[in-house]
């Protein structure tokens, strides 16, 4: 038995109609190319699918079963053509986003919230990585996009870095440190002073670490915390200094009585940016939330 999605809409509009023409009317088909297709479809099931009669057609008892099961049928197929169209229009499936660590603490949460919620069949996964893993990550075409630093280079890649938000790098100290009247500070300037970091693997406490190494001396980790409002109690007991992005200090600050100094290197004068290769080899869904996310127009 081979019956096509036309057949059964054919079947349908006939059995509703309760005439042959009628029911090729319903269908757009001339009344002989629907009496053909109707022959074929009985020939097919092997059964008398309609009983004419002088005035129409009515179903027989294997024709009930047919239009039953055509109208699942064609139910379900609505169901799955809603369901891509969602996927089409970004609004169902699973997006992946690689994000740095500032940018999942500061930046996504108040600018991802609002698109997420239009979107309830909709899933991110968000994972955390370097800015220079992430770069190499969607460069190699293993990811679409992500977030990073503007201090990452991309140079011969073929990305496109677009700025989102600022992303400088600070440094905190209780209000009793011998550095905490202070403005700005060089990151060479306080290498030799001890510091509170965070957890092993953490993706910016492995870039201070980095340009620790580059600048000759690993830094002097008393203690290393798994959260900024952690490490930000630590620092508050002059433990140590701590190096945060400036909007995650400036949640801290008041709280713990932080003070806040700036760093002058360049690396630490970031900007998150938006990271992808080819706008017009993305996703609609990851379109729609890089545009939303303020790096492109919609209609790029």
């Known amino acids: 038995m081979r019956l096509d999605l036309a057949d059964l809409q054919l079947f349908l509009c006939i059995a509703d109609a309760g005439s042959i023409t009628a029911g090729a009317q319903r269908a757009n088909l001339a009344l002989a190319s629907a009496s053909e297709r109707l022959r074929k479809m009985e020939s097919s099931v092997g059964v008398t699918l309609l009983e004419r009669r002088p005035r129409g057609v009515t179903t027989t008892e294997a024709g009930e079963a047919l239009a039953h099961h055509a109208r699942l049928i064609l139910r379900q197929q609505d169901t799955l053509k809603g369901e891509l169209q969602d996927y089409a229009a970004g609004a169902r499936g699973t997006l992946h986003l690689y994000a740095n660590t500032a940018a999942l603490t500061v930046f996504l949460p108040n600018r991802l919230a609002p698109w997420l919620a239009e979107r309830p069949r909709l899933r991110i996964e968000l994972k955390e990585r370097t800015s220079v893993d992430i770069v190499r990550i969607v460069a190699s075409g293993l990811a679409e996009a992500g977030i990073?630093?503007?201090?990452?280079?991309?140079?011969?890649?073929?990305?496109?870095?677009?700025?989102?938000?600022?992303?400088?790098?600070?440094?905190?100290?209780?209000?009793?440190?011998?550095?905490?009247?202070?403005?700005?500070?060089?990151?060479?300037?306080?290498?030799?002073?001890?510091?509170?970091?965070?957890?092993?693997?953490?993706?910016?406490?492995?870039?201070?670490?980095?340009?620790?190494?580059?600048?000759?001396?690993?830094?002097?980790?008393?203690?290393?915390?798994?959260?900024?409002?952690?490490?930000?109690?630590?620092?508050?007991?002059?433990?140590?200094?701590?190096?945060?992005?400036?909007?995650?200090?400036?949640?801290?600050?008041?709280?713990?009585?932080?003070?806040?100094?700036?760093?002058?290197?360049?690396?630490?004068?970031?900007?998150?940016?938006?990271?992808?290769?080819?706008?017009?080899?993305?996703?609609?869904?990851?379109?729609?939330?890089?545009?939303?996310?303020?790096?492109?127009?919609?209609?790029?």
């Not at 400036?250 to 290769?277: M, N, Y």
């Open 148 to 300: 990073v630093s503007s201090a990452v280079s991309a140079e011969g890649l073929h990305l496109h870095l677009q700025p989102v938000a600022r992303d400088h790098l600070v440094l905190v100290a209780a209000p009793h440190h011998a550095l905490a009247d202070r403005r700005s500070l060089a990151f060479a300037e306080v290498l030799g002073e001890a510091f509170v970091g965070l957890a092993q693997g953490s993706a910016l406490q492995d870039h201070i670490n980095e340009h620790a190494r580059v600048a000759g001396r690993p830094l002097d980790v008393r203690i290393r915390m798994n959260s900024f409002e952690a490490l930000c109690q630590m620092v508050a007991h002059g433990i140590g200094l701590g190096i945060l992005p400036l909007g995650i200090a400036q949640l801290h600050r008041r709280r713990h009585g932080l003070k806040v100094i700036a760093l002058d290197d360049a690396w630490a004068q970031r900007e998150l940016c938006l990271c992808f290769r080819d706008w017009s080899e993305l996703s609609m869904p990851m379109r729609s939330l890089l545009a939303h996310l303020g790096s492109v127009p919609a209609t790029r």
